[in-house]
């Protein structure tokens, strides 16, 4: 069983930085690519960063690319997201997922089995 908790969020002004964390608790996160979503209001769920089990392998959206870094630690069951330079556009409820280590790293939505809560991040220009 995956459960996932995201947590860093927070308000930051344009050109700043966040950091988020996500947490499994299960005992079989190195099973599974993780994904980074985000959801502003009114706009569809996007996938932004994605990342394969072992974390030798990245992937971005081109709106974020050169800013945002994911990466994991299996040993502490935990996937990161550096947001750098961070924008007002970047503005969105951000969202940690797992997939299937199987599936493409840049997979679709409904790929993913499992989701975190969202944590809030909100960028003032």
């Known amino acids: 069983q995956v459960q996932l908790v995201e947590s860093g969020g927070g308000l930051v002004q344009a050109g700043g930085s966040l950091s988020l964390s996500c947490a499994d608790s299960g005992r079989t996160f190195s099973n599974y690519g993780m994904g980074w979503f985000r959801q502003a209001p009114g706009k569809e769920r996007e996938l932004v960063a994605a990342?394969?089990?072992?974390?030798?392998?990245?992937a971005y959206a081109d709106s974020v690319k050169g800013r945002f870094t994911i990466s994991r630690d299996n040993a502490k069951n935990t996937v990161y997201l550096q947001m750098n330079s961070l924008k007002p556009e970047d503005t969105a409820v951000y969202y940690c997922a797992a997939r299937s280590r199987y599936k493409s790293i840049w997979s679709r939505e409904n790929d993913y089995q499992y989701w975190g809560q969202g944590t809030q991040v909100t960028v003032s220009s």
């Open positions: 990342i394969n089990w072992s974390g030798g392998s990245t």
